[in-house]
């Protein structure tokens, strides 16, 4: 797939598990959240397995390894193995290794994610900006993570050191809401130091090429809830998508989405990978999809008419609103469309 801009979802006449040979699936806000599966993720995902489809959970948290990352999911009803697992701490471990000598020395501020792949690359963890780093590692820490940890960083920064993000999500899915992930603690060191990182996770090169070295996709489909990490991962690496409605993003985010955050495809959960895609098409009235036609009206609106499946209005509302955007930002109000659809 071209990095060409998307004006609506795409169809598909089979199922996406079928045309595709390797799911990358994102696991906070997609399988599960708070650590409890999230509704048919389990069902689906065994479904597709089972029909030949390769699963690998592909997370930008840091904090845990693959190993207890594979454990909860198989806790959960999903079979998996360490190596379905990639995580972004991985992907960093290997910029860092790429830059500084074998046996360096590094300053970890997270959890025990980051020094698995540390020393999986033959690389040293340390605490201190007092033991000679070599360069600085920030990943999630989990919600206890100290201040002190921060200002460990920024005195080594300062030093020189370079420094070294696994990823920069400002958010993370909770069980009780959205709370603070490690790209807002990542914002705490780069104003006490002004320093920028090198990032590794989702959606930059490097998380790409961690994923596809590990599991050797030649036809993968990413399929996560965050437009800024999974969809724009995809886009980056140039390959399809799947957003799915059960994590972050809701529907006027997905109509307001530039080209680079729009996905493929769009479903409700992890069901849409089982089935195929309906097509959207432009007549004279505008987009249908379904029973739905949307189009771009009069006083700045998004106009839909119809009825049927609340997602193919989404879908229709979401080639008339990236048409009229462009390559920028749909600034319609969908507000009252969107309300139709109980979105």
Not at 261 to 271: C, I, K, S
Not at 273 to 298: I, Y
Not at 310 to 337: F, H, P, S
Request: charged share 20%; net charge negative; hydrophobic share 40%.
């Amino acid at each position: 797939m071209s990095q060409r801009v998307r004006t609506r979802p795409e169809g598909s006449g089979q199922a996406l598990s079928e045309g595709y040979d390797t799911a990358l699936l994102d696991l906070d806000g997609v399988v599960y959240a708070g650590g409890n599966a999230i509704a048919y993720a389990v069902e689906s995902l065994a479904t597709a397995r089972e029909g030949g489809m390769r699963l690998a959970y592909v997370t930008n948290n840091a904090l845990r390894t693959p190993d207890i990352v594979a454990e909860h999911l198989t806790e959960l009803g999903i079979p998996t193995g360490a190596s379905d697992v990639i995580t972004s701490a991985q992907a960093v471990a290997r910029l860092i290794a790429e830059q500084v000598p074998s046996g360096a020395r590094v300053l970890v501020i997270g959890g025990e994610g980051l020094r698995v792949a540390l020393r999986e690359r033959g690389l040293e963890p340390v605490e201190s900006a007092d033991d000679d780093p070599a360069a600085v590692v920030q990943g999630y820490g989990g919600p206890d993570l100290t201040w002190s940890r921060f200002a460990e960083a920024c005195y080594a920064i300062r030093r020189g050191v370079p420094w070294f993000a696994s990823n920069t999500d400002l958010t993370i899915p909770s069980a009780r809401g959205i709370a603070p992930g490690n790209g807002a603690a990542v914002e705490v060191v780069r104003i006490a130091t002004g320093a920028d990182p090198q990032v590794a996770g989702k959606p930059l090169p490097p998380m790409h090429r961690e994923t596809i070295l590990r599991t050797g996709a030649e036809r993968p489909l990413v399929v996560g809830d965050r437009l800024d990490t999974d969809i724009e991962g995809a886009f980056n690496g140039e390959v399809d998508s799947l957003l799915v409605l059960t994590g972050v993003t809701d529907g006027p985010q997905l109509l307001a989405a530039p080209p680079q955050h729009r996905p493929t495809y769009v479903d409700a959960d992890l069901r849409g990978l089982l089935t195929g895609q309906p097509e959207v098409t432009e007549d004279g009235k505008g987009f249908r999809c379904g029973g739905w036609t949307a189009q771009a009206g009069t006083a700045g609106r998004l106009e839909l008419d119809g009825d049927g499946e609340a997602l193919d209005g989404l879908r229709a509302l979401c080639a008339a609103a990236w048409t009229a955007a462009g390559e920028g930002v749909c600034e319609l109000d969908g507000g009252k469309a969107l309300a139709r659809l109980g979105l």
